[in-house]
Nanobody, 116 residues
């Protein structure tokens, strides 16, 4: 079983930045994929940024050149640096972990609100 603890959400003005953190406990030392999804009110959950265990990075088109995903293997953690935030980025952000067995785990979510 893998537990995911997220932090770093909050309220930020348009054009501002936030950094989300997700630390995984339990499970193997490496993962098949780990990253972030988000869900805005009235919309389906969407993939935002994911790093695969082979080092491949995937970003949603809407966040390319603004968001950066990174990892700390020693802490089994991933981070999402979000820059030039806009109201369209307002959502609950969920940490996502996929093991090599294809088992999937989700964090509880952290709210990001972009508003003046």
């Amino acid at each position: 079983q893998v537990q995911l603890v997220e932090s770093g959400g909050g309220l930020v003005q348009p054009g501002g930045s936030l950094r989300l953190s997700c630390v995984a406990s339990g499970g193997a030392l490496s993962f098949k994929a780990m990253g972030w999804h988000r869900q805005a009110p009235g919309k389906p959950r969407e993939e935002v940024a994911v790093r695969t265990g082979l080092g491949v990075l995937r970003y949603a088109d809407s966040v390319k050149d603004r968001f950066t995903i990174s990892k700390d293997s020693a802490r089994k953690a991933v981070y999402l640096q979000m820059d030039r935030l806009g109201p369209e980025d307002t959502a609950v952000y969920y940490c996502y972990y996929k093991a090599w067995t294809d088992a999937e785990f989700w964090g509880q979510g952290t709210q990001v609100t972009v508003s003046a």
